[in-house]
């Protein structure tokens, strides 16, 4: 509601400011998914973090195949992969409601994805 009436009264909103509106709603047990609409709307581009803080909104509130189509997403454009604490969470809420192919999928997508990261790190360490 206040960043309703920020847009209205045309203050712009930081990206920090969305950062921590999108935490406090994960950690809330929310999802978010109208101000990661709007952060992007704007023109800011989602991190490592923003990522994390939906899908944990996403898991929180009980739409596991939202949460992972949007780990695929941010794997597929950005190359980014959930802390190991929220890709558990994830992996287990999978596994609990018996999504056994959904699991390996995404397990095999986060692995090349990690695998290409290190690949990267160890091109660039050693020129």
């Known amino acids: 509601m206040i960043c309703k009436k920020r847009r209205k009264a ?3 909103i930081s ?3 969305y950062k921590l509106l999108l935490e406090s709603l994960s950690k809330l047990g929310k ?3 109208d101000i990661w ?19 944990n909104g996403f898991w929180n509130v009980g739409m596991v195949d939202v949460a992972v189509s949007v780990v695929e997403e941010s ?5 980014f992969y959930l802390g190991s604490f929220a890709y558990s969470k994830l992996n287990n809420k999978l596994l ?3 999504k056994i192919e ?13 695998a290409i990261t290190n ?3 160890y091109c660039c360490a050693n020129g």
């Not at 992007?40 to 973090?49: F, K, R």
């Not at 794997?75 to 190359?79: M, S």
């Open 10 to 12: 045309g203050c712009v």
């Open 15 to 17: 990206l920090k400011a």
């Open 31 to 33: 999802s978010g998914t």
């Open 37 to 55: 609409e709007e952060m992007q709307e704007c023109g800011y581009q989602p991190d490592e973090e923003i990522y994390e803080f939906v899908v």
């Open 75 to 79: 794997l597929g454009k950005f190359g």
């Open 96 to 98: 609990q409601m018996d």
């Open 102 to 114: 959904t699991t390996y999928n995404l397990f095999k997508k986060v692995k090349d994805a990690l």
């Open 119 to 121: 690949e990267q790190n």
